[in-house]
């Protein structure tokens, strides 16, 4: 049962334009959220994160949105550049945190398009 | 340089072997994991350890074993039982501060054939 859902496998964009990674949930209990990037044959490196209390964060050219009623995350790059490439995860933390445990959607693969 | 070291980074066994991947951290951190990446599927929870010594089960813990001996070190051992071993396996830490970012290493990809 997938708790942490990315329904689009891939998105392509254009280099400058604005790119939409979406993510949705299926569990109130979760906490916090997290959104990782990913290139390929590597680890993930952090982005950027959002408590459930609130509903932006801002970094940079990135931004996540919370919507909870929905039960939906979005991360917004803007403007994306080539090396926005890779794929993005996003994350959640339960209310109940075993041990900081995160639980992955299946990940979106994001290509910019000079 | 602190970071999460994982070795080696492509690994070749043939079925009915067991094999030890090393995961090494000088950041400090409490808290040690491990997960498996497969094609088209998010990060699945193999292992965690909060503490040396102690270690619980995630999502996808047959077939593996884990040990912490040290806070630095948290070696996943796939033995024989593990029905689909061929995967990149990741290895990541974190603090106990409650902000909850995991630092990941770079990975194995384990081949089974």
């Known amino acids: ?114 | 340089d602190g970071g999460i070291t994982q070795s080696p980074k492509y690994l070749f066994r043939k079925e009915g072997q067991n094999v030890t991947l090393s995961c090494e951290q000088n950041l400090n951190h409490d808290a040690m994991y491990w997960y498996r990446q497969d094609p088209g599927q998010g990060l699945r929870l193999i292992y965690y350890s909060q503490i040396v010594n102690d270690f619980q089960k995630g999502d996808i813990a047959e077939g593996y074993s884990v040990s912490r001996e040290k806070k630095e070190s948290f070696p996943l051992t796939v033995t024989s039982a593990q029905k689909n071993p061929t995967a990149f396996y990741l290895c990541a830490s974190s603090t106990d501060r409650g902000d909850y970012e995991q630092y990941f290493g770079p990975g194995t990809r384990l081949t089974v054939t």
């Open chain 1, 1 to 114: 049962d997938q708790q942490v859902k990315q329904n689009s496998p891939s998105l392509s964009v254009q280099e400058g334009r604005i790119s939409i990674l979406n993510c949705d949930y299926t569990n109130s209990m979760f906490d916090y959220f997290l959104w990782y990037k990913k290139y390929p044959a590597e680890g993930p490196t952090f982005l950027i994160s959002i408590s459930s209390i609130k509903d932006k964060n801002e970094d940079g050219r990135f931004t996540v949105f919370l919507n909870k009623s929905a039960k939906h995350l979005s991360l917004h790059i803007v403007p994306s550049q080539p090396g926005d490439s890779a794929v993005y995860f996003c994350a959640a933390v339960p209310f109940y945190n075993q041990g900081g445990k995160l639980i992955f959607g299946q990940g979106t693969e994001l290509s910019v398009k000079p």
